[in-house]
Structure formats: C-alpha cells, structure tokens
C-alpha cells in the first residue's frame, strides 16, 4: 500500500529539516513526499537543501491564495492509497506512517483519522505550563456549549466535536481511543484516496479556517467516519502560528465556519449570535484585552449568510477588517 505524505510550506523555518530527518527513520518504507510550496524570497535554496535528501519528493508550486488553496492541492494531487498530512515545523517519530497505515487497514469504514498531537514543548525545548497549554488546547473556545448547542444533524450524536444548531463547532470533551469526532488536526491528519479525492474547500478566510472540520464532514458525506485514535503521535512544538494563539485570525475563523455549513444547512443565527457574544466574554477575561475577533467573525458571518455572498466576498471582507484593526 503507497502513502503519499503531504507537506504544506511557506516561508519555511529550520524546522522542516527536523520533519524530514524523521521522515528518513520511518519503519514503513513505501512512501513518497508531496511538498507544496508558495515562493517567497529565497526559497529556491530552502528547495534546493530540501532536494539533497534521500527521499522521494515531488515538489508542486501552489500557483495562488492561501492555505486553503494548498490544501486542494493535496486532496486533489495527492494519490496514495493513504494520505497522511502534516505542518513544516512538526517531527514525527517512526512508526508515525506504520501507525495511519496499520489504522486505515483495520478500519475499512474510517475516512479520515487524526492521530496524536504532543504541544508539551516550545520551539526552544522548554516545557509548556500547564495553563499556557490548556488555553492553548482551545477547548475554552467551543467546551460547554453542548448544553445549549445541540448537533445540527442527528448523525453527530454520540460525536467528540460535532457541529452545533449555530454552524459552530462544539467540543464535548469527551476523548478516547476510535472516538467518532470532527476534531481533525491537520498536523497529524491522513485519509483514504476514495474518502477525499476530488474535494475542494472554497477559500472564504485568509489564514484559518476549519478546513480540516469541512474535510471530516464531507469523509461523512461520503458514508466513511471521522475519528481520532490513539498512535501515529506528531511532535508540534508551541510557537509563533494563528491557528495556536489568540489571534484575530483563530477567533474569526471559529465563528465564520458557520458560512460554510449553511451551504448544507439552516443555521439558527440567533444562536450563533449568543455563542459569539459568550465567547467574546470568555475571551476578553481569558487574555485580558478585547479582541474583536469574535464580533469581526459574527458580523461577517451574518451578512454573507444573509446576502449569500459567494467566498471570494467574504473572503475579501474578512481581509478589510483585518486590515482595519491593524
């Protein structure tokens, strides 16, 4: 069985040599390396270093957009049987693709599957506090809203992270070996060729934007199941990244992933509404400061799901407020 191993990367660190160096201890040795690259300033030599390792890489320009876009890259280049995703600045150990692959073989009806993810460390090899990693699990974001938030579709019963009645996600907080959820991770995320191939997530957000929640719902679209299970373990030291801080960024995309799934369903945006409006408290008195993410997320949200804005607008718009709080 071939795995296709998917790395996104721009403006890369250092640290992608440590994610390749991994790479090269795998156990499972049927693998080839698609690293998707947007140039910036000097990255011909990052590629041309990357080049000297004793690995199959196909290197695939990402010709425009964001984050997003690099990630149809992979659903729709990528061709092993099995695709397992990672981020530049992570390192695996070596029973890393063994695990996915051994995983996927068990689990016939499994589309995609998130694995362990260990953030005990920073980027400097300093252990994180205990406080530092619970606000940055996130779950304070979206845990104990399953009292008022009820799945938005009867198949998300019994789920870890479901989709509310807002479009939001909720995070049950329950977590355990082969749990059905729709907490993806993609720094530790793989899926089968059929359970994806052919997918393509709109751009709507400039950095993040759930897309790894939008993948696990259309897996189940597709009669598969989205699950997380306890090997395949990622080494994602804590530093610098929107998806792991308080950004302005991370707040926006929790809220404007409800203009996704009203392309799928009737969002009840009066709930959405009291969850930003909570949530922006939490967050006030959790950082000490008033990010307008929330609210920058709820009006945004609200108007392109009322206008039916297509994504290019949203995404534009949510670029024009970004730029106006800087």
Same mark, same amino acid.
């Given at each position: ?14 640290t ?10 795998q ?55 099995i ?25 016939k ?19 994180v ?18 009292l008022?938030?009820?799945p938005?579709?009867n ?6 992270m ?10 049950t ?5 082969m ?21 393509r997530f ?50 926006? /995309? ?7 799934? /009203? ?44 206008k ?7 995404r ?6 970004l730029?106006?709080v800087?």
């Open positions: 069985m071939h795995v296709t191993v998917v790395i996104p990367t721009y403006k890369t660190r250092d992608i040599y440590k994610l390749l160096d991994s790479l090269k201890l156990k499972y040795g049927k693998f080839s390396v698609l690293l998707i690259y947007k140039p910036w300033d000097g990255y011909k030599q990052t590629l041309d270093r990357i080049r000297d390792y004793d690995l199959d890489i196909e290197f695939v320009k990402q010709p425009d957009g964001f984050f997003e876009e690099a990630m149809n890259v992979s659903y729709n280049k990528a061709d092993g049987d695709v397992v995703h990672t981020d530049d600045d992570a390192h695996v150990t070596n029973t890393w693709i063994g695990d996915h692959v051994a995983f996927h073989n068990k689990n009806r499994v589309g995609i599957a998130t694995g362990v993810v260990d953030q005990s460390l920073f980027s400097d090899g300093r252990k506090p205990r406080l530092k990693a619970l606000i940055n699990s996130q779950k304070w974001h979206m845990n104990d809203f399953s008022i938030d009820k938005i579709d198949r998300f019963t019994g789920y870890g479901y989709i509310g009645k807002s479009g939001m996600l909720v995070d907080g329950r977590n355990y070996n749990i059905k959820t729709l907490k993806m991770h993609g720094v530790n995320m793989s899926w089968k060729y059929d359970a994806l191939h052919g997918f709109p751009g709507y957000a400039k950095v993040i934007s759930r897309n790894e929640q939008a993948a696990a719902l259309e897996v189940i679209n597709r009669k598969y199941d989205a699950v997380w299970f306890n090997k395949g373990k990622v080494f994602h030291p804590l530093g610098d990244s929107a998806s792991r801080t308080m950004s302005i960024e991370l707040l926006i /995309s929790d809220v404007i992933f409800a203009y996704y799934i /009203s392309r799928f369903y009737e969002i009840d945006m009066d709930l959405l509404q009291a969850r930003t409006n909570i949530a922006n408290m939490i967050t006030c008195l959790a950082t000490l400061n008033k990010n307008p993410g929330y609210k920058i997320g709820y009006e945004v949200t609200s108007i392109a799901i009322k039916r804005w297509p994504p290019h607008m949203v534009d718009e949510v670029i024009r407020r730029n106006e800087k």
